[in-house]
């Protein structure tokens, strides 16, 4: 009996089956490796850089590295394990795993209503060229808002509305913010996927009498997944951005952005503690990158990869 042998150029069965285990592994050490080089060039400039800052050329941009500034990275993992003040037995790992979760919650609302709102945008800018025309100016326009000025201003619109009984919750205003930053992207890229099929399948699609509605779910999204998932990415990113600073803005309690603020407060006699805040909404926005990915994974399984040696 013949043995059935690779084509010429080609790795054995085994070897192809073992490349994504060995990509994700690469993917979880450097991530790991990038933690520890942080931590060491953290350690190393305390070590060795000017305790009240420094001059370079003239200009001081030289942070302090003394401990009230630059804490050790070993206390502020030790202050995780500590209580939140002497009158609770709750610690301030507790603390921060709360108001992530609260913040978590926001911004996947705000990346749900971003991420509807940044299609529909898309689609009605393929559908109709004078509504890309009139639309898209705009929606770069409103990019140059600044957040920390826009909250406050939703925030009151939203307390004077009342529809059958329902209150607009203050929580709602940090998830449109956060569904601010996140239609942007999604729609921008929506919008370059949707057009990106070739003109000979467009014309394909016409000669048989296809539906402009056939035509947009059976080639055009197909054809914009590619663009669609970085543009997810921006989007995460900029709900995580924008449902932090709204609840700095506004002062929404339970979330990790008014933890930010706390803490900050105490940054002179417990300076260990703001980083605990801020290491919290860095895995906030890792959550968010994860479900990404999770998405990136789902989308592409059935598109074929690149080719490697």
Same mark, same amino acid.
């Given at each position: /009996?013949?043995?059935?042998?690779?084509?010429?150029?080609?790795?054995?069965?085994?070897?192809?089956?073992?490349?994504?285990?060995?990509?994700?592994?690469?993917?979880?050490?450097?991530?790991?490796?990038? /933690?520890?080089?942080?931590?060491?060039?953290?350690?190393?400039?305390?070590?060795?850089?000017?305790?009240?800052?420094?001059?370079?050329?003239?200009?001081?941009?030289?942070?302090?590295?003394?401990?009230?500034? /630059?804490?050790?990275?070993?206390?502020?993992?030790?202050?995780?394990?500590?209580?939140?003040?002497?009158?609770?037995?709750?610690?301030?790992?507790?603390?921060?795993?709360?108001?992530?979760?609260?913040?978590?919650?926001?911004?996947?609302?705000?990346?749900?209503?971003?991420?509807?709102?940044?299609?529909?945008?898309?689609?009605?800018?393929?559908?109709?060229?004078?509504?890309?025309?009139?639309?898209?100016?705009?929606?770069?326009?409103?990019?140059?808002?600044?957040?920390?000025?826009?909250?406050?201003?939703?925030?009151?619109?939203?307390?004077?509305?009342?529809?059958?009984?329902?209150?607009?919750?203050?929580?709602?205003?940090?998830?449109?913010?956060?569904?601010?930053?996140?239609?942007?992207?999604?729609?921008?890229?929506?919008?370059?996927?949707?057009?990106?099929?070739?003109?000979?399948?467009?014309?394909?699609?016409?000669?048989?009498?296809?539906?402009?509605?056939?035509?947009?779910?059976?080639?055009?999204?197909?054809?914009?997944?590619?663009?669609?998932?970085?543009?997810?990415?921006?989007?995460?990113?900029?709900?995580?951005?924008?449902?932090?600073?709204?609840?700095?803005?506004?002062?929404?309690?339970?979330?990790?952005?008014?933890?930010?603020?706390?803490?900050?407060?105490?940054?002179?006699?417990?300076?260990?503690?703001?980083?605990?805040?801020?290491?919290?909404?860095?895995?906030?926005?890792?959550?968010?990158?994860?479900?990404?990915?999770?998405?990136?994974?789902?989308?592409?399984?059935?598109?074929?990869?690149?080719?490697?040696?």
């Amino acid at each position: /009996m013949s043995s059935v042998t690779a084509p010429p150029g080609t790795a054995p069965p085994a070897a192809r089956a073992a490349r994504p285990l060995w990509r994700r592994a690469r993917r979880v050490l450097m991530f790991v490796l990038s /933690m520890a080089l942080i931590a060491a060039v953290w350690e190393g400039y305390k070590a060795v850089g000017p305790q009240n800052g420094g001059d370079v050329l003239g200009w001081k941009i030289l942070p302090r590295a003394k401990d009230s500034i /630059m804490p050790h990275i070993s206390d502020i993992y030790s202050r995780f394990g500590d209580p939140i003040n002497r009158a609770s037995d709750e610690t301030v790992l507790s603390v921060v795993l709360k108001g992530v979760w609260f913040s978590f919650r926001l911004v996947l609302a705000g990346f749900a209503m971003g991420l509807v709102a940044g299609v529909l945008l898309a689609v009605l800018m393929t559908r109709l060229r004078v509504a890309e025309r009139a639309i898209l100016p705009y929606l770069v326009i409103s990019q140059t808002v600044p957040l920390i000025a826009l909250a406050p201003l939703v925030a009151t619109w939203g307390g004077k509305v009342e529809i059958a009984g329902w209150e607009w919750p203050r929580w709602l205003t940090a998830s449109v913010l956060g569904a601010f930053l996140t239609f942007f992207p999604i729609a921008v890229g929506t919008l370059r996927g949707l057009q990106s099929p070739h003109p000979s399948a467009l014309e394909l699609m016409d000669s048989l009498a296809s539906p402009w509605h056939r035509t947009l779910f059976k080639l055009r999204f197909p054809a914009a997944v590619p663009y669609i998932v970085p543009a997810l990415k921006l989007g995460a990113a900029g709900a995580v951005i924008g449902v932090v600073v709204s609840e700095i803005s506004t002062g929404l309690r339970g979330g990790i952005g008014r933890l930010v603020t706390e803490f900050g407060q105490k940054a002179t006699s417990d300076p260990a503690i703001v980083y605990t805040a801020v290491i919290g909404s860095s895995v906030l926005g890792l959550a968010m990158a994860c479900l990404v990915a999770l998405a990136d994974a789902l989308f592409m399984r059935n598109r074929p990869k690149e080719t490697e040696a």
